[in-house]
Each structure stands twice: as C-alpha cells, then as structure tokens.
C-alpha cells in the first residue's frame, strides 16, 4: 500500500521543549512539505523540500527545522522559539517540481503543547 | 495575505440538493486550481481539479467551474449526499509551482 505516514497521530509536550514529528512516504515522490492547520485558517505552509538535502522556507518557518536526507523521510522539529506551537500539522508529497502535481497528505499529528 | 479565499465558513445542505462551494483568488498567476475534502483529524484528500484553459471540469457528481475574468471557481456536487459532509478547501498554484495555497476552507453539512 502506498501512502504518506506520519506520527504519532497525538503527541504531547511540555512547554520549552523541542519536539520532531515523522513523515514517511513510499510514493517514490521527490517533493515533500510541511503544513500547520489552526482553527477556522486554512492549511499555511512551514517548509518543503524538493529534492533530497534541500529544502526551502514557506510562510511560517520561523520556529522550525526540518531535513531531507532520504527521499521518503521529512522529518520536522518544533522548537522552543514557536510562539504557538500547538496546532494540527500535516505532512504532505508530490511528484515533483514543474508539473500539476496534485499532493497528497498524510493523516496528521496533533501537537499539544502543556 | 490570504491569496485563496473561501467566504463561507460553512454551508448546510439537504440530501438529493446540490452544494455550491465557492473560492476567490487574487493572484493573477494562478493557473491550476484544486479542491481538496476533509475529514476531522485526517488529511486532506484529493477530490478534483481544473487549469486555467478550461472553465469547467466534472467528474461524476463534482464538477468544478472556473471564471478567470472574475478570479473566481466553485464546486458542485449534485445531488450531495451525507456521506459528502466535510471541510472543502480550495488550492491554487502557478505554472511550474510546487506551493499550494489554500483557502480557509468551507464545512458542508448534508442533511438526511
């Protein structure tokens, strides 16, 4: 079965700490990205990455990191400098650069942070 | 900026009616539209999409139309079902983009 995992689906954290959530696809897809999903907004783009070690900034980086050493792993830490780390964040792949790549989405991970 | 806008937070409809879901957009260099449901504490999943040289896309009960001059697009599903009650969100990209955006997003509700 082909697909997009990410986990854990629920995850909880003290405040202060840094936290990495997983994001696994064996789609054979070259480009990969991390969204964060708030109450009534819509889904804002944290980073993607393109191909394997590279990625690029979206609109909300700030607080987080990410890598890109394998092609099906895109893992993303929240760190201690996210303001509002709490929120619904979802993983997503597509085929590649420079075509209509539809994405698909992973089921999410909803972060809590206490 | 909100590039992709869904003015309506949500929308309930009766079972066997049809759903009229609506999104604005205010880049000029969209050319590739998408609409995507969702369920509570899933991911989105794909459910239809349209380019800019075409006005309107169907697909069984979904059919997408789109209004360049008015930077406009909708969704139709007829008839809608229960089964159809999600979140709908509206995405836009450009030629050779890889970057999604996304409106709010739209909850249908279809009443039985």
């Known amino acids: 079965d082909g697909g997009i995992t990410q986990s854990p689906k629920y995850l909880f954290r003290k405040e202060g700490q840094n936290v990495t959530l997983s994001c696994e696809q064996n789609?054979?897809?070259?480009?990969m990205y991390w969204y964060r999903q708030d109450p009534g907004q819509g889904l804002r783009l944290i980073y993607y990455?393109?191909?394997?070690?590279?990625?690029q900034k979206g609109d909300i980086a700030e607080g987080y990191s990410v890598s890109r050493e394998k092609k099906e792993s895109f893992p993303l830490t929240v760190t201690s400098a996210q303001k509002n780390p709490t929120a619904f964040y979802l993983c997503?792949?597509?085929?590649?650069?420079?075509?209509?790549?539809?994405?698909?989405f992973g089921p999410g991970t909803r972060l809590t942070v206490l | 900026d909100q590039q992709v806008k869904q003015n309506s937070p949500s929308l309930s409809v009766q079972e066997g009616r049809i759903s009229i879901l609506n999104c604005d957009y205010t880049?000029?260099?969209?050319?590739?539209f998408l609409w995507y449901k969702k369920y509570p504490a899933e991911g989105p999943t794909f459910l239809i999409s349209?380019?800019?040289?075409?006005d309107k896309n169907e697909d069984g009960r979904f059919t997408v139309f789109l209004n360049k001059s008015a930077k406009h697009l909708s969704l139709h599903i007829v008839p809608s079902q229960p089964g159809d009650s999600a979140v709908y969100f509206c995405?836009?990209?450009?030629?050779?983009?890889?970057?999604?955006?996304f409106g709010t997003g739209t909850r249908l509700t279809v009443i039985p």
């Open positions: 997503a792949s597509s085929l590649g650069v420079g075509s209509y790549n539809e994405q698909f």
């Open positions: 789609l054979n897809h070259d480009a």
């Open positions: 990455s393109q191909i394997v070690n590279d990625f």
């Open positions: 880049n000029s260099m969209f050319d590739y």
């Open positions: 349209i380019s800019s040289i075409k």
């Open positions: 995405a836009a990209t450009s030629s050779g983009g890889n970057n999604l955006f």
